[in-house]
């Protein structure tokens, strides 16, 4: 451990016992805390990192900032969990403490083999200078470093930086994952090239250290200018690339968030020749980006998301004032149904349901803030639902829509407006309520909506004329 490392350590510490004491001390300062959904201890979180299940253990590391609600150097907090429901808070594991990542521990992800985890990320550095930071004056160097107990973090190796990627490339590569397949390592990485096109970048290795450039993958026309946080997995037989798109502009785009997280489902291979579908969001709600999947021992592809947005002035979150920003999403399970890609909670929740309500039509209640409710055969569209006074959740227009009755930031949208799909059919939803956050799978996950929120009242109205209105209690 290095003098700077020794300082961070100290200085993370001292910052989480302050807010842990201001939060026993005011009400009003921990009102907004997630109970479910797992969330900085003090300052700022983005992105899900290292996801994993490690000799049983479940592992999330986040993009941290604890020094500065609003962002700041970005180090990787770490928390495990035995179920993905309780999350035990295991200090920060990778500090910005090296000469390659002094501007920040940028996203990465875990790979498990031999009885140890492999944590490849992005080193992020920005020279001093007059530069745009775009082209010049930026490094992604790509790093590994290696655990075998999930405590314990190695020696950090630096394996590969800028001048090692296609040179037809800005300084903008980062966020490495990782996976095997047919005996060899392959990593994706998303890039910006000098035209301003988002790609992702497939890299090959024979041992997990010695990569070397193999691929790139993009759509036919550009498609937007960054391509952040790519994934690929398969579900069935479909292979997905997903990716955390920048830089998309006009037409539908216009009313949807600054930034947008997806999929393309690819034919062929994306070590040669391949073919991307139409670009399928994750999420419709205002608060997702940059999603990380993970196969648990049991063979389930989960994902986990950051609930937040970068650069959105439209919009806040109140907590700021309290001394911490952001969580992310519940853990989900990506599944395919009739050749749709779904997601729902992980299964997992079920145990943790207390039926409160099962009624038909109507449900009117208050006090509960955190809770599933389900609303199942739905027909012609007739719904809807408003949580604590201010959040819509009805259908008009052909588009299933999310919206909030007051833009005022003071309000419980704290600015949001309103989120849609086109839809012809919503047949069922299910809402998962957390303390300031909400998250509704409508038709079985076909399409999910994610929303932080801030009320004053936990109540909920929901009519939809002959359905089924469940209402359970999430202890
Ligand atoms: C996505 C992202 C990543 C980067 C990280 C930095 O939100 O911009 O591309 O590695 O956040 O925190």
Redesign the pocket.
């Known amino acids: 451990m290095n003098a700077l490392t020794r300082d961070l350590v100290k200085l993370v510490e001292t910052a989480e016992q302050s807010q842990k004491t201001r939060e026993e001390l005011s009400v009003s300062d921990r009102k907004f805390r997630e109970k479910l959904h797992l969330m900085p201890p003090v300052g700022w979180l983005?992105?899900p990192n290292g996801l994993c299940q490690f000799q049983g253990i479940y592992h999330a590391f986040f993009?941290y900032s604890p020094f500065n609600a609003e962002g700041g150097v970005?180090m990787w907090g770490h928390y495990t969990s035995k179920d993905m429901i309780k999350w035990e808070y295991q200090g920060t594991a990778l500090y910005p403490d090296q000469p390659f990542d002094c501007h920040?521990v940028?996203?990465g992800s875990a790979f498990i083999e031999d009885g140890k985890m492999y944590l490849y990320y992005?080193g992020?550095v920005k020279l001093d200078g007059e530069y745009d930071y775009i082209r010049t004056g930026r490094e992604g160097n790509t790093v590994l470093v290696i655990t075998e107990d999930g405590k314990t973090f190695g020696k950090k190796k630096e394996l590969m930086r800028n001048s090692d990627y296609p040179d037809d490339l800005t300084c903008h590569v980062?966020?490495p994952k990782v996976w095997k397949e047919n005996g060899t390592y392959y990593m994706v990485q998303?890039a910006r090239t000098n035209e301003d096109v988002g790609q992702v970048l497939v890299f090959e290795s024979e041992d997990k250290v010695n990569w070397k450039f193999r691929n790139r993958v993009e759509s036919e026309k550009p498609f937007g200018y960054m391509w952040?946080?790519p994934d690929y997995f398969k579900i069935g037989d479909k292979k997905l690339l997903s990716t955390?798109v920048q830089g998309l502009e006009g037409g539908i785009w216009e009313d949807r968030n600054v930034y947008q997280s997806g999929y393309f489902e690819i034919e062929g291979d994306i070590l040669g020749e391949y073919k991307l579908s139409e670009y399928h969001l994750w999420d419709y709600g205002f608060d997702y980006?940059?999603p990380q999947s993970f196969e648990t021992e049991d063979g389930r592809r989960i994902h986990i998301s950051?609930m937040g947005m970068?650069d959105c002035e439209e919009y806040s979150n109140p907590t700021i004032q309290t001394g911490w920003q952001h969580c992310f999403t519940f853990p989900r399970e990506i599944f395919e149904k009739d050749g749709k890609i779904c997601q729902r909670p992980i299964r997992e929740l079920e145990e943790k349901k207390h039926l409160v309500s099962d009624v038909k039509g109507m449900l009117v209640r208050e006090g509960y803030p955190v809770y599933e409710m389900t609303i199942s055969d739905i027909t012609k569209n007739r719904f809807k639902v408003i949580l604590s006074e201010k959040l819509i959740l009805d259908y008009a227009d052909g588009k299933f829509r999310m919206h909030f009755t007051d833009q005022d930031k003071t309000s419980v949208s704290s600015g949001r407006s309103m989120r849609y799909v086109e839809v012809e059919e919503v047949e069922n939803l299910k809402i998962l309520a957390d303390t300031s956050s909400v998250e509704v799978f409508v038709n079985d996950g076909e399409y999910v909506f994610s929303t932080r929120y801030y009320p004053e009242v936990y109540k909920l109205q929901a009519e939809a004329v002959g359905a089924q209105i469940t209402l359970s209690e999430i202890m």
Do not use: L
């Open positions: 983005n992105d993009q970005k920040g940028y996203s992005t992020n980062r966020d998303g952040e946080c955390s980006y940059a950051w970068p």
